[in-house]
């Protein structure tokens, strides 16, 4: 299991990666990159697509990092806790918590 949640954790952060590039697109390329991706989408959902697409990634990111160190993972608040816990000693760790706030239920 940790093999696959080690290949899920590089898909995740590849997507962030992706969206890294994406934000320094023009609107008009940014667009174009989402249609091509399967959104069906004007300009003015961008941001909120964009801030989706990144807080879900970010906590599977999360949900991924934990499976790896043997930590089960099924509620989503648990899983933020679990990882403060777990990777206390990281710099910037709270982005976890930010992530869950943004996140709608």
Request: cysteine-free; aromatic content about 10%; glycine content about 4%.
């Amino acid at each position: 299991m940790k093999e696959r949640e080690r290949n899920l954790w590089k898909s995740h952060n590849e997507q962030i990666v992706k969206l890294e590039t994406m934000v320094g697109l023009d609107s008009a390329r940014m667009l174009s990159e989402f249609r091509r991706a399967g959104y069906d989408l004007d300009e003015e959902a961008l941001p909120n697509v964009l801030g989706y697409e990144a807080i879900e990634a970010m906590l599977y990111l999360i949900r991924s990092a934990l499976l790896m160190k043997g930590v089960y993972v099924n509620y989503l608040n648990q899983s933020i806790e679990d990882f403060a816990k777990t990777y206390a000693d990281l710099p910037g760790v709270d982005v976890a918590e930010d992530s869950y706030r943004l996140w709608p239920d």
